[in-house]
């Protein structure tokens, strides 16, 4: 199935992968569940820019805060495949963030 490009998804990707310090850096300002460990996952919500990449998928970064400031860049992030553990898509994602909240996961949003 391809995924429709511009599409708000939650993309699951390794905690490992998502924790890296240069990964990290430029996650910190996009919406991203943290679950208490020892949860292996972490969900990123993010727009789809591209996925047929045979690298990876890539995702746009700083979406909600451009749109509040478009002086804010949008930056695109390439996910290796071997790093994406589940890929949701879904109108409702808006409602997803909120549960995660509700569940006890941190979403990191700057």
């Given at each position: 199935?391809?995924?429709?490009?511009?599409?708000?998804?939650?993309?699951?990707?390794?905690?490992?992968?998502?924790?890296?310090?240069?990964?990290?850096?430029?996650?910190?300002?996009?919406?991203?569940?943290e679950?208490?460990?020892?949860?292996?996952g972490?969900?990123?919500?993010?727009?789809?820019?591209?996925?047929?990449?045979?690298?990876?998928?890539?995702?746009?970064?700083?979406?909600?805060?451009?749109?509040?400031?478009?002086?804010?860049?949008?930056?695109?992030?390439?996910?290796?495949?071997?790093?994406?553990?589940?890929?949701?898509?879904?109108?409702?994602?808006?409602?997803?963030?909120?549960?995660?909240?509700?569940?006890?996961?941190?979403?990191?949003?700057?």
């Amino acid at each position: 199935m391809r995924l429709k490009q511009n599409s708000t998804t939650a993309v699951v990707v390794k905690k490992s992968w998502a924790e890296l310090r240069a990964i990290r850096q430029f996650l910190c300002h996009s919406a991203v569940a943290e679950a208490s460990p020892p949860d292996e996952g972490r969900t990123i919500f993010a727009r789809v820019l591209d996925d047929t990449d045979e690298r990876g998928l890539w995702i746009e970064l700083n979406t909600k805060r451009h749109e509040k400031d478009p002086k804010v860049e949008l930056q695109a992030l390439l996910i290796p495949w071997e790093s994406v553990l589940a890929v949701v898509v879904g109108d409702q994602l808006a409602c997803a963030q909120k549960e995660a909240e509700e569940f006890g996961f941190g979403l990191s949003i700057k």
